[in-house]
């Protein structure tokens, strides 16, 4: 059973004397990893030059971006007050507390400088890195299972699981899972089978389609997942900030991808005779 086999996950993956090397860790080192190597593998198949210099350009640049956006979005979204009674704990990265909007406003920002300094068009590149994007969401929702944080709600469902500590002893979603199948297993499986066509989509395809899916699945699944008890629900007993933070995501998607079907874009990097197809 699910909560058998919970129970026996130890958040440290190994200790090497006094360093512990947590799950949480190695989910983060393994999605910008494979991110990485989807945007070059994708990159080539679109013929946009991607060299080594510019690939550790951009990586270095998402993993800035993802990092302080993550965190200051968690602070300014989900910290209720506290961190302006604490501001020396805004940087307490070992307490935990990263906000997946904000880290994806980090990473689009970032996003504008490793275009100017790669001469890759912005779009092009928010597409290539929007495709390696949910393998990162599948490994970090994974890793907040085995932490047992972002609990789903109270259910009789059998294959609900007690995560116990302040879960309690209930029988609880596993939402992180629910998360990581549909942000991640879903989202990734039809971007990179949509990138695969020739030509490639134009510009903006692949972004809008993953703000408009990641929000409707955030959405969907917040129902079914505890808010954060220093929030709790916003209105009506059901809104979350969660679901308030992923209507922007559906719209402004829903945005880029009118435009890239009007404009029709073609990537950058394609020969002349299939950019006219």
């Known amino acids: 059973m699910l909560n058998d086999i919970y ?35 994708t990159a080539r198949r679109w013929r946009v030059k991607v060299d080594v210099d510019s690939l550790a350009t951009i990586m270095f ?71 390696g994007a949910p393998l990162g969401l599948f490994f970090g929702r994974c890793a907040n299972f085995v932490n047992g944080e972002l609990w789903g709600a109270p259910t009789d469902a059998p294959w609900g699981v007690v995560f116990g500590g302040a879960a309690g002893q209930m029988a609880r979603h596993p939402s992180q899972l629910y998360e990581a199948l549909l942000e991640g297993v879903v989202v990734f499986a039809v971007l990179y089978l949509l990138s695969r066509r020739r030509p490639p989509r134009p510009r903006g395809t692949f972004l ?16 079914v997942r505890e808010p954060d008890v220093q929030l709790g629900y916003l209105w009506g007993g059901w809104l979350t900030m969660g679901q308030l933070l992923s209507v922007p995501l559906i719209l402004v998607g829903a945005a ?20 006219h197809e």
Request: glycine share 14%; net charge positive; with cysteine.
């Open 7 to 41: 129970q026996g996950i130890d958040p440290v993956a190994f200790s090497f004397g006094p360093i512990s090397v947590r799950w949480y860790g190695i989910a983060y080192v393994l999605g910008f990893a494979l991110a990485a190597l989807v945007v070059w593998r």
């Open 256 to 275: 880029v991808l009118v435009y890239a079907i009007v404009v029709k874009k073609p990537q950058k990097g394609l020969p002349e005779m299939e950019q």
């Open 208 to 223: 809008g389609t993953f703000l408009v899916m990641y929000g409707c699945f955030r959405f969907l699944v917040e129902f």
């Open 61 to 131: 640049c998402v993993i800035v971006g993802v990092i302080a956006g993550g965190r200051l979005g968690y602070v300014l979204f989900y910290g209720d007050g506290f961190y302006l009674a604490h501001p020396e704990k805004i940087l307490a990265f070992n307490e935990g507390g990263m906000s997946f909007h904000g880290g994806l406003i980090g990473a689009l920002l970032a996003g504008i400088v490793a275009a100017k300094i790669t001469r890759i068009p912005y779009l092009t590149l928010a597409d290539l890195g929007c495709i």
